[in-house]
């Protein structure tokens, strides 16, 4: 009981701190952030979903939403805590346009301050990034923003990947860099939208990492995942929200090995945060602004979760198997499939030439790890269906669950430090 008090008290605490810091960046002056946009439309231009490798999905970036994260930083501010909580943003309709994106670039080329249409609201996310990207766009260019962005993705790999290379070895430090790369940071650079969820899952694991004795005490760990689900909830415009959780549990896994009930237990916390949070910015949103979002968020979970393409209930019918399918294409399209050619090829001869040991928990453990991107695609069928070019990404998890149970289940390739072991 205690422990649920505490996770209640925490969750009531975050809902109120979001809430306060959403309103304060709301506060700030947005003038000189579109002054930082109109210099900013170049890349913009180049579609809604433009990709930069022309013929490969994984190399999809966002535009579409990228406008929405950016116009909603700029958008002018009348009532502080109503446009908080209703999060307004220019409407796609303002100026007739071939696409999202293309619209936006002539709404700002012709002087955006004629235009009194009705806005665009999206009340049923937190949009917790503008906490950071409408204080930064006070200094910065969007374009001067993606440099950034660069600079800070790039100090979290590197400290990620230094921290498992001391803490597990050569081996999880290889398996984790093909991980990112499965996941692509060009794009998670180039596209704010990406950028929420890969670095708090990066943040994940480092503090895993760093401290997983004091995280081992008593209840933090459920404590933690709980945070990380309320973190993700709050910065995340629903992308591949439960990467942060599933590769986080893989290193909690492999440092701790508990049981699958502790497994379970965890995903409990995470999925507490995380609908929770959700939760609370409808319900803040309904009491401080009178506004219906309660009926918004409703419809549009029903329509996610649907079993039909588009974005209504009566699209065609889409299966489980075949969103599997499109998830998988998406995560081995292009020459990527030469790197899991001859990785499959090597991880065959070190299990001919190695030894290797059953246990039961390992393989328990791996196996729901592992399952999590399925079960979260069966769930959201209509998002992952619709959304492959991202939502493909929850599949790092089962990748790098894949090469941990390996490493797991092989002694030999444990702990060695640039191929010599670690005793």
């Known amino acids: 009981m205690l422990k649920i008090r505490n996770m209640i ?18 506060c700030l002056p947005v003038e000189k952030m579109f002054n930082h946009l109109e210099s900013s439309v170049d890349f913009i231009k180049t579609g809604d979903v433009p990709r930069w490798s022309k013929n490969v999905i ?10 929405i994260m950016l116009t909603k930083a700029a958008y002018p501010v009348e009532n502080v805590i109503e446009s908080a909580m209703l999060n307004p943003s220019w409407s796609s309709n303002v100026i007739p346009a071939k696409t999202f994106s293309e619209g936006f670039v002539k709404l700002i080329e012709m002087d955006y301050r004629g235009f009194d249409d009705k806005p665009f609201t999206y009340p049923r996310y937190w949009h917790g990034y503008l906490t950071i990207l409408k204080p930064a766009l006070l200094i910065f ?24 290379y001391k803490k ?94 502790s497994l379970i237990e965890k995903c409990f916390a995470w999925g507490f945060g995380y609908v929770g949070m959700w939760s609370g910015k409808i319900l803040a949103a309904t009491i401080l602004t ?11 979970l029903m329509i996610r979760t649907s079993h039909h393409e588009g974005h209504g209930l009566n699209g065609e019918s889409i299966s489980i198997f075949g969103t599997f399918l499109k998830n998988i294409n998406s995560f081995c399209e292009g020459p990527i499939r030469i790197v899991l050619i001859i990785l499959f090829i090597y991880c065959c001869y070190v299990l001919y030439k190695k030894n290797f040991i059953f246990k039961k928990n390992i393989v328990t453990g791996f196996l729901f790890i592992t399952a999590l991107p399925f079960m979260w695609y069966t769930a959201a069928c209509n998002h992952s269906f619709m959304h492959n070019h991202f939502t493909y990404r ?11 149970f390996i490493i797991e289940s092989i002694p030999e390739l444990k702990n060695k430090i640039g191929g010599i072991k670690n005793d």
């Open 394 to 404: 929850e599949l790092t998890i089962t990748f790098l669950g894949i090469l941990a």
């Open 168 to 261: 597990l070895g050569i081996y999880y430090f290889y398996s984790f860099a093909l991980m990112i790369l499965f996941y692509n940071p060009i794009t998670t650079v180039l596209a704010f939208q990406h950028t929420n969820v890969y670095c708090i899952m990066l943040l994940t694991v480092i503090l895993i990492l760093r401290f997983n004795e004091n995280l081992k005490i008593g209840s933090r760990y459920t404590y933690f995942f709980m945070t990380v689900g309320i973190l993700t909830a709050y910065f995340d415009l629903l992308t591949c929200p439960l990467v942060p959780l599933g590769i986080g549990l893989i290193f909690y896994f492999v440092l701790n090995k508990p049981q699958v009930l």
């Open 58 to 67: 994984h190399t999809s970036l966002d535009n579409f939403a990228d406008v």
């Open 141 to 164: 260019t969007a374009e001067q923003l993606r440099i950034l962005n660069l600079y800070v993705q790039f100090l979290l790999l590197i400290t990620a990947l230094i921290l498992i």
């Open 290 to 300: 009178k506004e219906n979002v309660i009926s918004d968020a409703f419809g549009e």
């Open 9 to 26: 008290l925490i969750l009531i605490s975050s809902i109120a701190i979001g809430t306060i810091l959403i309103i304060g960046v709301y």
